[in-house]
Structures are given as C-alpha cells and as structure tokens.
C-alpha cells in the first residue's frame, strides 16, 4: 500500500501561482510513476502531469504545458506541482496518483493509488 496526501492548495487570483505537494508513505517510493490529475466541478477526472519514477521522464496536458512543472524529491518522498499564471479554468480538486513501474500513461484507470485531493480556486 501507498499513503498520498495532498497539500498545498488554496484560493489564488488569475495569474497567481501555487505549489501543490503530495507526501507519500509506505512501499519504496521511487519504484513509482507519479501523476497528477483533477477534476472540476460536473466534469470527469483528467490529466494534468506525469514524472517517472527517477524523474526523468515528463508529461504535461495541453492545457497546462509550459505553466505547469511536475518534480519529485525522492528522498523526501513527496512530488510536487507548481502552477503559474493560473487561470480560472484550472480551478479543480487536484489528486496525485502513483504507479507501480509500469511506465508512462495519461490514464486514471492505470493508476493504482490515490490521494484525497486539494482544492485549487482561481478567481477572475
């Protein structure tokens, strides 16, 4: 089993940045891929980041590449997420996902634990 827990989130104004954590407990936590994902309010979980289990590999949505950066301190057992110039639109509960080794996916399905989310309001 993988304990996650997320933290970091709030309410920000548009163009504002946050940095969203995600600590993780028990198994070996560099055996996992990490993802991030969220979900709105009416719409279904997505994808937002991807980072292999050393950090190498990395994999952003469309709607989030070049204002988004996922990285991991595996000493520390936590993933992060930092988000600049948010906008409205990324207002979501944010979720880190792991993955045992397996490699890249954008899938939910394909994750196999999850944390319980942190809430992210950006307002206008």
């Known amino acids: 089993q993988v304990q996650l827990v997320e933290s970091g989130g709030g309410l920000v104004l548009a163009g504002g940045s946050l940095r969203l954590s995600c600590a993780a407990s028990?198994?070996?936590?560099?055996?996992?891929?990490m993802g991030w994902f969220r979900q709105a309010p009416g719409q279904e979980r997505e994808f937002v980041a991807y980072?292999?289990?050393?950090?190498?590999?990395?994999d952003y949505a469309d709607s989030v590449q070049g204002r988004f950066t996922i990285s991991r301190d595996n000493a520390k057992n936590t993933v992060y997420l930092q988000m600049n110039s948010l906008k409205p639109g990324d207002t979501a509960v944010y979720y880190c996902?792991?993955?045992?080794?397996?490699?890249?996916?954008?899938?939910?399905?394909?994750?196999?634990?999850w944390g319980q989310g942190t809430q992210v309001t950006v307002s206008s």
């Open positions: 996902a792991a993955r045992y080794g397996l490699g890249y996916s954008r899938k939910r399905d394909e994750y196999d634990y």
């Open positions: 028990g198994r070996t936590f560099s055996n996992y891929d």
């Open positions: 980072i292999s289990w050393g950090g190498s590999n990395r």
